[in-house]
Every structure is written in C-alpha cells, then in structure tokens.
C-alpha cells in the first residue's frame, strides 16, 4: 500500500490517459467519478490497487514476448516433434541392424533379459547397486501366497578414493568384503542366494551374468577392470574371501531394472524411462528383429542409450547456440547430444548459458554481468524445479537470482521463470518425441490399431520437476493418440529391480526345469531310437510266422499284390475310394509306350446318414447307384471295366479280390457287413441293380495304393508309408517269409498294420504319462498305441493334455485353464503346423491360442511352440524308426551290403507340418546307414494307386501268373 500510494503521481496520469486503448487482457479501472461520489476515503487506494494490477499485467506480458522471442528456436511445434520421432525410430532400425549398428547412434544393447515378471516370483534375493561413490547391499524378499510383496532391507556402503583409483582386485576385494558384512549382519552368510548385480557404467553384455566393461566413469579409474568381465571379478574376490557363496544370476542396467521393478506391479509395463541426471530408455523388443543376438524367438529388453541420439548430427537443425556452447564446455564434446538437452545434468546449465546472454545483450538485470552467474555450472537443475512451482516460484526465482550476486527486479525474476520453463518443457517434448517411437515400434510389432501399455519411471527430473510429468503425458498422447499409456513411478529401479530382475530370470530358470522334467520323456536318446528299431523288427517277424502271427501286435497282412508297376500297363480301370463320409469313383486311363501317362476322372458322392447305420443291402445299393451315375456321366455305362476297390477299414484279406471286414470304425454302422466279404456284398449290389457289369479284380488297402501310384513312376518304390489322421506302411517282402500265405516264390507286399505296435506292452518305456492319458480317454483304449504316438488324430490331444497340465502347475496361462482347452479334440493337429512354421511370428502364435480362448503372453506362446515341437519330433523320429526296420529288412532279405530304395509317402502330417518329414528322413539316415533311401510323395494313392494295382493285377492275369 505504501508503494502504491509513493508511485501513484509517478505512473497514474501516463497510464489512465492510455487506459481506453488497453488491450482485452487489460483490468478495467473503475471510474473515478463513482468512486469519489460514494466512497471518497478509498478513492486513493482503489487507483492504486487498479493500476499497480494493470502494471504488472503489461510488464509481464512484455517481457514474456521478449523473452519468448530470443528462445524461439527452443520451442517446438508438434510438426518438429513428429519428425523428431521419426528420426529417432529410424535410429532405433539402424541399431537393431547387425551391419548398421556400427554407426547408428541409438546402440540398442541387448539386456539378455528375456522376460518382465508375471506376478509368480517369490523367494528371497540380493541386489548389488555400484554406480558412484556409494554402494548399496539389498535383501529382497519376494512373496507369492496370493497376494504380491515385496520386502527391501539395504545397507549403504562408502568406496574410499584410493579404492575408487586403485587396483581392480582392490576394489572387488572391497566390495566383497562389505557384501559379507552385510550378510553377516542379515544373518544370511550361510545361504546361497542369487544376486542381481546394477553397474551402472559402460558395458557390452554378450549374457544375463556376463558384463564386459568399456570404460569408467564418474570418477572410477581402478585399474585392470576394464575389458574384463564383471561378473567374474566379483566372482574371484568372493573366492579369495572362502567364507561365503553367491550365484550372481544376472547383470542390470538401472533403467532395465526401473521397468522390471514397475513390471511386477504392472504386468503392463514393458518400456524403462529415466530422466535424472542422466536419460535413458529401454522396451521390450521381438528377438527376430534383434540381429545381434542369435534366435528369433520370444522377446528381449533392449537398453537403447538413447542419450547419444543426434551424435550423428541427426538433430542439428534444432540444436542451439546455447546446446553448442554447453556440448563445447563439457568433458565429452560431441556425445551425448540429446542427453545434453534434456537431463537434470545440463538443465540447470542451460538456464544459467541464456541467462548469460540475454544479460549480455542489454535484456536482463540492466546489462550487468556477476561474477556468481559466469562460474559453470552454477546454476543447478533443482533451481528450475524450485522457479516453476506454482505457488512461490517467483519469490524463489528473486532468492536464487539474489545469490547468484543480482539485484533481480520483478522483471526479470518473470524473465527467469520463463525460461526455465521453456527449457524445461522442450527436455519434456524430445522425452515425449523419442518415447512416441518406441511406442509406435511395439504397437508395429504387436500389429495392434489400438494399444494399451505402461512405462515405468524414475529419475530426479521426472519425480521432483513440478510440471514435467504432466507434459510429458500430454505430448505422447497428443503424438501417439493410438496408445493408452500409464506412466508408474518405480520405485528403487536400480535395487528393487536388479532383485526383479534376478526375480525373473529365477522363475524362469525353475520353471525351465518344470517343463524339461514333463519333456524329457518326449527327447528319445539314439540309444533309444535303436532299441525301439530292434523291437519293431522282432513284431514284424512275429507277423510273418504262422505261429506267432495271432499274438502278434504288427500284424503283417498279405494283400495278395505281387508286384509293382513295371511301366507296361495300359488300359482303363475304375477305382472306388471308399474311407469316410464321402466317397469317389475314379476312370483311370493309362497309357503306356513313348505317351506313357495316367489320366484321372472322379466324381465325388456323399453317404447319407441313413446308409452309414442302416442295413448293409442299403450301404452297398447306395455304393452301386452312385457307380451307375457316373459310368452315365462317363458315357461308359455298356463296357466291362477292371475295378480296384480301396475300403479303408479293417479287414483280414484271403486273395486280391476277397476282403472280410473285421469291424466298422469312421462312425460306420451297417449291419449285417462285419465277418463277410466286402467285394462280394459289391459284387451282389450290382446284380440286384442289373445295368452294368464290372471286373473287381482288387480290393486295396490305401497304404499300398500309395505305394503303387508311387511305383508307376519310380520302379524302386517298394515301401509304402501313410502319415496323417492316422499311421500305416506297407512293402515288398519276400513269399518265403510270408508263412500265411502258401508259396515261397516271389515277393507280395505286406500291409503291416503298425499302428497297434506296442499293444503288447513292448513301448511301455518310452510311453509317457501323456499318452497313456490320451490313450486311455480315447475310443479304442488300448488299442493303435504306436499310431496314438505318432498320427495327426492324437498329436494335437497330446500337445492339449501337456498344457493343462503346465497351466496347473502356472507355467503357462498365468495358472486360468480355459473352458476350451478342457474340451477334448479343441486343439487340432492341424495348429502344430501353424505354431511350428518358421515363417510364423509369435504374434500369430498368440492369434492361434485366442481362438482357443487362451489369452497367452509372449513367454507362453514360446513354451507352447516349444511342446508343439518336442511332440512333433517324437512322432516324426518314431515314424523313422520304423521306416529303418522295414529298409533294414529287405536289405538283409535281399542279402545286400547297401540298399537303394525309394518310399512313397502320403498323409497331411507328412504334407503339411514344416519340419516333420525332415526330421524323419535324417532318422531313418542315421539309424540305417547302409540303406539310400529316396522319399517320393504319392499322387491320389486311394485312387490311381488302386487302379495301378488293378493294372498289375490284369497284366499279371494276361502274363498266366498268380
């Protein structure tokens, strides 16, 4: 009031005279006249007060336009922050690349760190935080009994100078012999506990428990340390000591351990932000895109370094006079760069720099310079944090600037609070600008249009700055509005999470061991594989023997087909393809001399309902009208064609043309059928229809058609092998060994029926508790257990049984069994080849599982493809295994030193999974070294091989041979 009333005479005619043209933001005075004629005692004071408020009204408006027109460039619009983002995003590729990281300034280092807590952690841990002159020793108990905990105990520890510059051994020795204060003081000396280890300086990690050091920093200078690796060091001087043990689990940098120590809390979090001192930031990324460690599954946490972006020049257009001349003075010119613009280290300086020069253009404290505001590094980050609070910022501001040796005016103290904002708030931006294109690369990575995530944080400036979260928060949304983004403060990143981080990598590795004990059985050693061969060779032999055959579990079947295709067949032959619910009827032309092909013509019927449960008169009455309708559609109704039947259920064959079905399987239930002769029950159809004649001259089993198709084109074909829903073979074997047929002349081939090997009990060993828990919920329990081991019917029910089984143990799934995946049959075979593509992404995998109703974590979809694969290379080893009884067999029939042979294969295991056939081809290679064997996939081996051995049949009948 006294100020008012001493200037009133000085300022108040000068400005009232302008008061009519006052700008909008103005405060309205109040008129003189009103005020002397009610109130005349306050007319002196209501002037004042108007007029001081328009005053400092006007004078902060000027001076902030001034201030604001000098720090031009620092202000950046969102356009600039965009391209900055993407700038920085294409760095982020460039360090990711193996021949571009060299040059890239953004180095994203691989962590090793693999995996972001799920909630399952538990234990007790130490952490180890060397980072300055200080270090700190951290108890951390982590509980799990339904309710996440985490209890810190820590001790600090002081590095004296001469160990900070002494030896390497000194100083390890040093800080093992506090870690064994420490834990002799916890009572803990006794117990080997793993450790997480936060060192907080220059390292190349090649391991999760392997730093090498680059270079010190912060005043270390302990010699023979660097280039060595840490982990080892600390390791030795543990040893030196004898009295005490540590697994060191894991090395960690402070800004991994910040979103590890969020990521327990937050299963969310998946980005490290720390703006302190220093600035870096670090996310999980996709291994494939990880060119520098080897692998391409599951994800990694890259520490980015981001510090040094812009070292490259990449943001010179916008760095300042005042960012050249604070790189210039610093120990590291022309690193760093983006560091240098926006971490508390350099903050404060930038500030005291403008400071400087405004005041040296004549724009602040009247042109004179103090002594206090030209000494470096004078003027501290906290000071900005202090000048933009709300409430006291200003009398702050003429505090500071009063120590710095000023004599401040109001002026200048608005000045001040400026700039501090605008330095402040263009370090929240770059923040905000680099973080928008980590965001965008994990959204890019996870192919979703809408992303929610969470980052955790740590450092002075984002904790103590009062404006600097809010507008961090604000740019990303408003730079990344597709991401939903929760910032957490972390809480002791650098203790906390190295603890997490042992943590996890704890869990993992107990959880790995989880799953090998459940996997194991699955891994069949080559000692294993050879006896499996031996055992499958003496079933067969007990096939073949008349006296043996009955007990026999690989029955061994004469089919009555004694040859294979010799390139003279011709002619036109029918095929029925009888297998299921649908069925064919083919006209194979063949065609013989230098125009040597097979035509195919087929048409494909359904069997209704009706007939599948009726009488079998109905079944076979629907077979023969069908056979009408296309003989018709042919214009073949009046020729008497050959005709090779494929029915592909069980029967006992007695000659080529006689079939007597043993039971129906497929969901078939005609009566009347079991126990009698298929072919003949065709054969009577057709004459109760009365409009065609045909010549059944074969009825076929699908495994030896393919053999047959495949035969026609390549005259070593002599093994059959079928793959797919279910699991067969066939080959030529000699008719002296075939007791159940009379004759020791010739081959015939056999169909072997090798599904049910094992039957008996001979695999019981190798048999896990999987298998026999699929076996024993399936419709023939006990029955077909070889083919339950290896065919597409059971694979995907094996591969559902193993997961329920980890999800109850919580390895997978966090610990929720789905409704779905209890459903017996809901994971189809068909999902392992999806799962097992190599050119398959994580990303799909986790696709695949949400149509099961599981909604799986990156981790889970890695230990899902890994059962997918261990089942899957059982199955296809245990196919091998047979394949190399069978060529074994015929080479030492044929009393050779070496076999060339070829296989022809069908089935949609075979076909379509990606690996299975190559792991079944190297099987057989190294089980049978002395046979060549060359895998050919069958053509339509139901159709044109049915009328292949129909072909053969006729030549041999026109040859006058059996």
């Known amino acids: 009031q006294r100020w008012n009333e001493q200037h009133l005479t000085k300022i108040g005619s000068r400005h009232l005279a302008t008061s009519s043209g006052a700008s909008s933001h103005r405060p309205e005075l109040v008129p003189w006249n009103r005020t002397e004629s009610r109130f005349p005692q306050y007319k002196s004071k209501m002037i004042a007060s108007h007029l001081i408020g328009y005053f400092f009204t006007q004078l902060k408006h000027d001076q902030l336009q001034k201030t604001d027109k000098f720090l031009y460039h620092m202000r950046l619009s969102d356009e600039v922050l965009h391209d900055i983002s993407e700038r920085f995003l294409k760095e982020m590729k460039r360090g990711l690349g193996k021949d571009t990281n060299a040059t890239s300034s953004v180095k994203m280092l691989p962590s090793f760190v693999r995996s972001t807590p799920d909630g399952t952690e538990s234990g007790d841990f130490l952490a180890l935080d060397l980072g300055g002159t200080n270090f700190r020793v951290l108890r951390v108990k982590v509980s799990d009994n339904g309710k996440q905990k985490v209890v810190i105990e820590n001790r600090i520890c002081s590095i004296p100078e001469e160990v900070m510059h002494g030896t390497g051994t000194k100083l390890f020795d040093h800080i093992a012999n506090c870690l064994a204060d420490v834990m002799q003081e916890l009572d803990i000396k006794d117990t080997k506990l793993p450790l997480g280890f936060t060192f907080s300086f ?90 520098l460690v080897e692998g391409d599954e599951g994800r990694m946490c890259i520490n980015m370094e981001w510090g040094a972006f812009g070292d490259q020049g990449e943001l010179d257009d916008i760095r300042t006079d005042f960012d050249i001349e604070i790189d210039s003075g610093s120990i590291n010119p022309g690193k760093q760069l983006f560091e240098k613009m926006i971490s508390g280290m350099y903050m404060g300086e930038i500030v005291r720099v403008i400071l400087v020069k405004m005041t040296k253009d004549g724009l602040l404290f009247r042109g004179k310079l103090t002594p206090q505001l030209l000494v470096k590094d004078n003027f501290e980050t906290q000071y900005v944090s202090a000048i933009e609070k709300d409430s006291d910022g200003l009398q702050r501001a003429h505090g500071i600037l009063t120590k710095l040796g000023l004599d401040p005016t109001s002026e200048n103290c608005i000045s001040l609070r400026r700039i501090c904002s605008i330095v402040s708030t263009r370090s929240s931006n770059l923040c905000a600008a680099a973080l928008a294109a980590v965001l965008r690369r994990i959204q890019e990575n996870k192919g979703l249009q809408k992303m929610q995530t969470t980052v955790g944080v740590d450092g002075s400036v984002y904790k103590m700055h009062p404006q600097f979260a809010r507008r961090l928060n604000k740019t990303v949304r408003r730079l990344v509005p597709s991401c939903e983004v929760r910032f957490l403060l972390s809480e002791d990143g650098s203790g906390k999470g190295a603890a997490m981080v042992t943590a996890v990598a704890h869990r993992l590795a107990k959880q790995q061991k989880m799953r090998e004990e459940s996997l194991s059985a699955f891994k069949l050693s080559e000692k294993q594989l050879l006896e499996v061969k031996s055992r499958m060779k003496m079933e067969m032999e007990r096939g073949l023997k008349k006296e043996t055959h009955s007990t026999a579990t690989v029955k061994m079947l004469a089919t009555y087909v004694r040859a294979t295709p010799d390139g003279t067949e011709k002619g036109d032959f029918l095929a029925l393809d009888l297998g299921g619910t649908n069925f064919r009827v083919l006209l194979v032309k063949i065609r013989d001399g230098n125009r040597r092909a097979v035509e195919l013509h087929n048409k494909i019927y359904t069997i209704p309902k009706r007939a599948m449960e009726g009488t079998g008169e109905e079944l076979f009455d629907h077979i023969v009208q069908c056979i009408a309708d296309f003989l018709k559609y042919m214009g073949i109704q009046h020729s008497r064609i050959p005709l090779g039947f494929t029915f592909s259920f069980p029967c006992e064959q007695r000659t080529l043309d006689q079939g007597i079905l043993l039971n129906w399987t497929k969901g078939f239930k005609a009566t009347g059928c079991e126990g009698k002769d298929v072919v003949n029950l065709l054969r009577e159809a057709i004459t109760r229809r009365a409009e065609f004649e045909l010549d059944v001259v074969a009825i076929v089993n699908d495994t030896v058609g393919t053999m047959m198709s495949c035969g026609y084109d390549d005259p070593l074909c002599e093994v059959g092998l079928i793959v797919g829903t279910g699991s067969n073979a066939c080959y030529m074997e000699e008719m002296k060994n075939v007791e159940m047929v009379d004759g020791d002349e010739g081959r015939m081939c056999v169909n072997m029926e090798w599904g049910a090997f094992g039957d008996n009990g001979c695999l019981d060993d190798i048999r896990t508790e999987f298998d026999v828990e699929v076996d024993e919920n399936s419709l023939y329990a006990g029955k077909q257990r070889f083919e339950k081991m290896i065919s597409g019917m059971y694979l995907g029910e094996i591969v559902r049984n193993i997961l329920i089984k980890f999800t109850k143990q919580g390895l997978l799934f966090r610990g929720k069994i789905s409704e779905r995946l209890k459903t017996q049959g809901i994971f189809e075979t068909k999902f392992l080849s999806q799962i097992e593509s190599d050119r398959l992404a994580l990303l799909q995998v986790r696709a695949i599982l949400q149509q099961l109703g599981l909604e799986s974590t990156c981790d889970d979809s890695i230990i899902v493809k890994e059962v997918c694969g261990v089942v899957s290379r059982r199955a296809a080893q245990l196919c091998g295994v047979g394949l190399a009884a069978i060529v074994d067999k015929i080479r030492v029939n044929r009393n050779l030193d070496n076999l060339k042979v070829t296989v022809g294969i069908d089935g949609t295991l075979y076909k379509l999974h990606p690996h299975f056939s190559t792991i079944m081809h190297e099987t057989v290679e190294r089980l049978s070294p002395k046979c060549k064997v060359l895998f050919v996939q069958s053509e339509d081996g139901s159709g044109k091989g049915a009328a292949l051995i129909t072909a053969v049949a006729c030549r041999l009948r026109e040859a006058g041979q059996h």
């Not at 800004?255 to 870096?280: A, P, R």
């Open 202 to 291: 220059p390292c190349q990690q090649s391991k999760l428990d392997e730093s090498i050091l680059l270079s010190w920093t912060k005043g270390f200078k302990a010699s023979g340390v660097e280039g060595q690796d840490v982990v080892s060091l600390l390791h030795k001087a543990i040893e030196r000591r004898g009295d005490f043990d540590i697994d060191i689990v894991a090395v960690v940098n402070d800004t991994v351990g910040t979103m590890m120590s969020c990521g327990y809390d937050d299963h969310n979090c998946e980005i490290g932000l720390i703006v302190g001192t220093g600035t870096n930031a670090c996310y999980m990324e996709e291994m494939r895109h990880i060119d």
